[in-house]
């Protein structure tokens, strides 16, 4: 199972950074995606990253100015949020995908990750 932290209430135009480990193991296999949904709203993919941290992909609202990255010696998977927006107000999850290899599939197919955390809540709210 995967853990994100860092969600909080910042105001408009400021930034924050999530991080997501592994719960009873370790994520530096996974390829690792950020996905968020607000109330009412569709789930989004936000980010993803392969296991070797050479293949990013981001979803086209947040080119720019997120930033995913990894430190594997750390076992952790960060998502830097930057000129936040109210409409980036909702739960953040990340999600765990083992391929064969330093690879991410592009796209936001939600099928592909089987291990998921529980969420953490950003709102941007002055």
């Known amino acids: 199972r995967l853990e994100e932290s860092g969600g909080d209430k910042v105001p408009p135009g400021g930034s924050l950074k999530l991080s997501c480990t592994a719960s009873?193991?370790?994520?530096?296999?996974?390829?690792i995606a950020w996905f968020r949904q607000a109330p009412g709203k569709e789930r989004e993919g936000v980010a993803s990253i392969s296991s070797s941290a050479t293949t990013s992909y981001y979803g086209d609202s947040v080119k720019g100015r997120f930033t995913i990255s990894r430190d594997n010696t750390k076992h952790t998977v960060y998502l830097k949020m930057n000129s936040l927006e109210a409409e980036a107000t909702a739960t953040y999850y990340c999600?765990?995908?083992?391929?064969?290899?330093?690879?991410?599939?592009?796209?936001?197919?939600?099928?592909?990750?089987?291990?998921w955390g529980q969420g953490t809540q950003v709102t941007v709210s002055s």
């Open positions: 009873g193991g370790t994520l530096d296999y996974y390829a």
């Open positions: 999600a765990g995908a083992e391929y064969y290899g330093d690879y991410v599939r592009p796209g936001w197919d939600s099928g592909e990750y089987d291990v």
